[in-house]
């Protein structure tokens, strides 16, 4: 391995079990990955092998930049794997880690864990995200389990036994045709579920029929009809306003929401936390079951398989050209619009999945969420200024919340 490829600043979300769930969520997006998968490979996997698992582990730890690597499992639904699949990964994480810091962080729907997963996530310090939607009846919507029942009660259940095993864990949210009106009401349910930590998640789907196959490409037809359960386009907007205005009064300090979290990060100087953010793609990418790698988690297609661990090392499919040109598409393929736009440095295009708008005049597509956007990084800006003045100033964001509340009347 070239030495120049030997580190470089990347992360992984791991699959161990591809694409398969205990869940049928109407709005995944991974369960069509069966299509995919199984057909860019000669060697579908269920799960991913303990051979599979030590080759990962070892070359991950090795390409790795720094003295901190984080191990992110994702599914599908990772506890499908079994205990004993990730007791291993935690045996040659410390066989693998040469003297660095190895923290795993672990997305879940929550229905299997019982004792047995909590203590082994207390006991090795797993971060956890629990898919859970708040409110019961929105939640239970979608989230189903394979035979049809609900499952909010399910999941509620296993917060209580995380809690009572002292298991730090975030809650992710997604944002549909359902909930996008009670940003409020799922702001306070998820508070009283314990969640101190939270993501919102907008979910645009393009309808299956209206997607067309280019060379492997993900390429959805000329405004294309997104799914029923998909956001409006300033309904992702309106939630998070709805919850921002709560959050400000109530819980600076004491609840974090990943989304103002970078938004402020961004006033402060920083680059964005958040890859939606973010001027550029690719430092996130995405390890199959088979040790397939794609450059992103919503990108998994046949033209965005970048190799197999087998062959290539992790650092070098992450500074390949290939993986280059994917990062680069999004800061190169705007529409003037978008260009022009007095938000752009803090939004850069959002996610380039979500480009289905074509506009007059435009070579490339905009984003369909744009509305959604430009309400939140305008309304949020006076906020966020404060809070970024009295950061400067040696305090916290804390000590700007009443200035905040007087001066925009929350």
Same mark, same amino acid.
């Given at each position: 391995?070239?030495?120049?490829?030997?580190?470089?600043?990347?992360?992984?979300?791991?699959?161990? =079990?591809?694409?398969?769930?205990?869940?049928?969520?109407?709005?995944?997006?991974?369960?069509?990955?069966?299509?995919?998968?199984?057909?860019?490979?000669?060697?579908?996997?269920?799960? #991913?092998?303990?051979? #599979?698992?030590?080759?990962?582990?070892?070359?991950?730890?090795?390409?790795?930049?720094?003295?901190?690597?984080?191990?992110?499992? $994702?599914?599908?639904?990772?506890?499908?794997?079994?205990?004993?699949?990730?007791?291993?990964?935690?045996?040659?994480?410390?066989?693998?880690?040469?003297?660095?810091?190895?923290?795993?962080?672990?997305?879940?729907?929550?229905?299997?864990?019982?004792?047995?997963?909590?203590?082994?996530?207390?006991?090795?310090?797993?971060?956890?995200?629990?898919?859970?939607?708040?409110?019961?009846?929105?939640?239970?919507?979608?989230?189903?389990?394979?035979? &049809?029942?609900?499952?909010?009660?399910?999941?509620?259940?296993?917060?209580?036994?995380?809690?009572?095993?002292?298991?730090?864990?975030?809650? %992710?949210?997604?944002?549909?045709?359902?909930?996008?009106?009670?940003?409020?009401?799922?702001?306070?349910?998820?508070?009283?579920?314990?969640?101190?930590?939270?993501?919102?998640?907008?979910?645009?789907?393009?309808?299956?029929?209206?997607?067309?196959?280019?060379?492997?490409?993900?390429?959805?037809?000329?405004?294309?009809?997104?799914?029923?359960?998909?956001?409006?386009?300033?309904?992702?907007?309106?939630?998070?306003?709805?919850?921002?205005?709560?959050?400000?009064?109530?819980?600076?300090?004491?609840?974090?929401?990943?989304?103002?979290?970078?938004?402020?990060?961004?006033?402060?100087?920083?680059?964005?936390?958040?890859?939606?953010?973010?001027?550029?793609?690719?430092?996130?990418?995405?390890?199959?079951?088979? &040790?397939?790698?794609?450059?992103?988690?919503?990108?998994?297609?046949?033209?965005?398989?970048?190799?197999?661990?087998?062959?290539?090392?992790?650092?070098? #499919?992450?500074?390949?050209?290939?993986?280059?040109?994917?990062?680069?598409?999004?800061?190169?393929?705007? =529409?003037?619009?978008?260009?022009?736009?007095?938000?752009?440095?803090?939004?850069?295009?959002?996610?380039?999945?979500?480009? %289905?708008?074509?506009?007059? &005049?435009?070579?490339?597509?905009?984003?369909?969420?744009?509305?959604?956007?430009?309400?939140?990084?305008?309304?949020?800006?006076?906020? #966020?200024?404060?809070?970024? $003045?009295?950061?400067?100033?040696? &305090?916290?964001?804390?000590?700007?919340?009443?200035?905040?509340?007087?001066?925009?009347?929350?």
């Amino acid at each position: 391995m070239a030495s120049n490829a030997q580190h470089a600043a990347f992360h992984m979300m791991a699959k161990p =079990t591809s694409f398969h769930c205990n869940l049928k969520c109407d709005y995944c997006f991974y369960l069509e990955k069966d299509g995919v998968v199984n057909k860019t490979t000669s060697e579908p996997s269920e799960n #991913m092998s303990n051979g #599979m698992l030590k080759r990962y582990v070892r070359d991950y730890i090795r390409s790795h930049q720094g003295q901190e690597v984080d191990f992110s499992w $994702q599914g599908g639904e990772p506890t499908l794997a079994g205990l004993g699949f990730y007791r291993n990964a935690v045996k040659y994480q410390q066989q693998y880690a040469e003297g660095k810091t190895i923290t795993n962080s672990f997305q879940t729907n929550a229905v299997a864990i019982n004792r047995q997963w909590a203590e082994f996530f207390s006991q090795h310090n797993f971060l956890l995200g629990v898919s859970i939607d708040g409110i019961a009846e929105v939640h239970d919507k979608y989230r189903i389990s394979v035979n &049809g029942k609900p499952t909010f009660e399910r999941v509620k259940r296993a917060l209580e036994l995380l809690k009572e095993y002292k298991v730090e864990f975030n809650t %992710l949210t997604v944002i549909n045709d359902q909930n996008w009106q009670r940003g409020k009401e799922t702001y306070q349910a998820l508070k009283e579920l314990g969640s101190t930590h939270m993501q919102f998640i907008p979910i645009v789907e393009v309808n299956a029929n209206c997607q067309q196959s280019t060379n492997g490409h993900y390429s959805p037809l000329q405004d294309a009809e997104l799914t029923h359960f998909s956001v409006p386009d300033d309904g992702y907007g309106q939630f998070m306003m709805a919850v921002f205005n709560q959050w400000v009064k109530e819980d600076v300090g004491q609840v974090f929401v990943r989304i103002f979290d970078s938004i402020l990060g961004s006033w402060m100087g920083y680059p964005a936390s958040t890859c939606v953010q973010s001027k550029e793609c690719g430092q996130a990418m995405v390890i199959e079951a088979n &040790g397939d790698v794609y450059s992103c988690d919503h990108y998994v297609y046949p033209a965005n398989k970048l190799g197999n661990i087998e062959q290539t090392t992790l650092a070098q #499919m992450a500074t390949s050209k290939q993986q280059k040109r994917f990062g680069s598409a999004k800061s190169l393929k705007l =529409t003037g619009q978008c260009e022009a736009c007095d938000v752009y440095r803090l939004c850069h295009g959002g996610c380039p999945k979500h480009r %289905l708008v074509s506009l007059d &005049g435009e070579k490339h597509k905009h984003n369909y969420l744009c509305k959604s956007y430009q309400q939140i990084f305008t309304q949020t800006a006076p906020a #966020m200024h404060l809070m970024s $003045q009295a950061i400067q100033q040696g &305090g916290t964001a804390i000590d700007a919340v009443p200035l905040i509340k007087n001066t925009l009347r929350i």
